[in-house]
Nanobody, 127 residues
């Protein structure tokens, strides 16, 4: 079992930055694919970014086109956390952001493949 807790959301003006964190329980979390999704009001939840593990302790990050170049994933296995650094934020980034994880993910953007989810954290980008 893995439990996920997000933190770091808040209100920021356009162009600003926020750093979200996903803290996980579980000794083998370092091998889990961890993804970030978001859901804006009136819209479906969508993929934002994910980091995968492979043999040799290699991690690879993937990003949605809408956040590529603005968002960056960081993984700290010693602290069992995955962070999402969000820069150059836009009003359209406003959403509830969720952290999700699972040991084996075939399609990173497929939400149904993630068994473990956090409760979400609100990000509001507004002047």
């Amino acid at each position: 079992q893995v439990q996920l807790v997000e933190s770091g959301g808040g209100l920021v003006t356009p162009g600003g930055s926020l750093r979200l964190s996903c803290a996980a329980s579980g000794r083998t979390f370092s091998r889990y694919t961890t993804g970030w999704f978001r859901q804006a009001p009136g819209k479906e939840r969508e993929f934002v970014a994910a980091v995968t593990w492979s043999s040799g302790n290699t991690y690879t990050a993937y990003y949605a086109d809408s956040v590529q170049g603005r968002f960056t994933l960081f993984r700290d296995n010693a602290k069992n956390t995955v962070s999402l650094q969000m820069n150059s934020l836009k009003p359209e980034d406003t959403a509830v952001y969720y952290c999700a994880a699972d040991l084996t993910i075939a399609t990173l953007k497929e939400q149904d493949e993630y068994d473990y989810w956090g409760q979400g954290t609100q990000v509001t980008v507004s002047s």
